[in-house]
């Protein structure tokens, strides 16, 4: 099987209007939106049930900071079409953040928690539907005992399996469906820090 490498230099954002521009709901919306491919203002304010006033103001503040790109061989007249680039987007350390920013950040990581429940919500209410698809559903729960350096690597070596896969919709070949594949990594809280009193299952 022949594999596709997607070469994405990482981003690292530390800039508070590049964070207020990508924290905003309905811009993630947006983005989730044009994850499925290229969209106009309208066809967006359809999708969300916004209107296309709205959709276009947003579209060009996610532009100004090239979250997302125009597609100009698709344009006709006045009508602009937009797509999501695949893009390696980091964020400071913790360590590093000043109170905004890292409220900023926490705010974009809910929102993104929260579309991802909802998504994995509409996968299961049309499971049923799905046929082949239905059974395809790589899960996975482990614990690794690592050294930060490792946990790091470990991401690193992660993100570039995902890229391996990654292509665009014209690139991809016939059959292929857009699939979530999500990660995330936590050092697990020590027993012996619990606050005083709090309970242990």
């Known amino acids: 099987m022949q594999r596709y490498l997607c070469i994405v230099e990482p981003r690292e954002i530390t800039d508070v209007d590049e964070l207020r521009a990508l924290a905003h709901p309905l811009r993630q919306r947006i983005l989730r939106q044009l994850g499925h491919g ?7 304010g359809k999708a969300l049930g916004e209107s296309s006033g709205a959709t276009s103001y947003h579209l060009r503040m996610l532009a100004k900071h090239e979250f997302i790109e125009e597609v100009p061989e698709r344009a006709h007249g006045r009508e602009r079409w937009w797509r999501s680039p695949a893009q390696d ?24 928690l929260a579309a991802d429940q909802e998504l994995f919500d509409s996968f299961l209410a049309g499971r049923a539907d799905e046929g082949e698809w239905a059974d395809v559903l790589p899960y996975s729960r482990g ?12 991401f690193d070596e992660y993100l570039a399996l995902l890229k391996r896969y990654r292509r665009s919709e014209e690139e991809a070949p016939e059959g292929a469906r857009l ?21 242990t299952e």
């Open 143 to 154: 614990s690794l005992r690592v050294t930060l350096p490792e946990l790091r690597e470990f």
């Open 38 to 44: 290229p969209a106009t203002a309208s066809m967006l």
């Open 89 to 112: 987007l980091r964020f400071p350390r913790k360590a590093s953040q000043d109170p905004e920013i890292r409220t900023l950040i926490e705010q974009l990581h809910q929102l993104k």
């Open 179 to 199: 699939v979530a594949a999500r990660f995330f990594a936590f050092p697990v809280p020590d027993p012996g820090t619990r606050s005083p009193g709090e309970r």
